[in-house]
């Protein structure tokens, strides 16, 4: 009877034993797949912090680029506009009176170191002007004298006309086109009203070189 007893005891102790032995086994396991997973995370992360930090990288180079290459643009524009202000000297035709190919009214001449006759009536009315560049793309036009080829306009008070305010001006408008606006005939610095329209209808629009 005892010897029965000392052997289930026995065994019962060595299944504890093997239990024990199984279980430390398996919290080994655990820690080292934990251990293991920890590691690969910290090192996914690490790389894929990398990544971010190399595509901002090349975000903001590729950035720079595209200001720098539309600096570039803009100022090369800016240079050939500029150039194409400034060269404004020529014979410009009225749009929509193309027909006035042989220019008896409906053409200006912008001219910088000479008097140009501008038609105000067709066939009937001109003036000599001077025409002095307010910048590239701006010039003003101002009145010399009547022409002395008028057949009409020997009532206007010519002489009490200012001929240091603007009667007109040119705006360019690039590709060898031009706006003509007109601001009319000034004395003491105001506005001649009786002749405000003078010239208005046949001077005032847009033009093409010729």
């Not at 901002?56 to 500029?82: I, V």
């Not at 001109?126 to 022409?147: C, D, E």
Request: aromatic share 6%.
């Amino acid at each position: 009877m005892k010897v029965s007893v000392i052997v289930l005891l026995g065994i019962t102790l060595l299944v504890a034993s093997c239990k024990d032995s199984n279980t430390e086994s398996v919290s080994e396991d655990k820690e080292k797949t934990n251990s293991e997973m920890k590691t690969e995370k910290k090192e996914n992360s690490n790389t894929y912090s990398q990544t971010e930090e190399i595509s901002k990288d090349t975000e903001a180079s590729n950035s720079n680029n595209n200001s720098e290459t539309s600096k570039t643009t803009t100022s090369e524009d800016k240079t050939k506009q500029n150039i194409q202000n400034s060269n404004l000297s020529g014979t410009y035709i009225k749009t929509g009176e193309e027909i006035d190919n042989s220019c008896t009214c409906y053409c200006v001449n912008i001219n910088y170191t000479a008097n140009s006759e501008m038609c105000l009536t067709p066939s009937k009315i001109f003036i000599n002007t001077r025409m002095v560049k307010a910048s590239n793309n701006l010039t003003n036009i101002f009145l010399v004298a009547p022409s002395s080829k008028n057949t009409e306009g020997k009532d206007i008070p010519w002489p009490k006309f200012d001929t240091n305010t603007p009667i007109a001006n040119i705006t360019s408008k690039g590709n060898g086109e031009i706006e003509l606006d007109w601001l009319g005939f000034t004395m003491n610095g105001d506005l001649a009203i009786d002749y405000a329209i003078l010239g208005k209808k046949t001077l005032e629009g847009n033009y093409k070189k010729k």
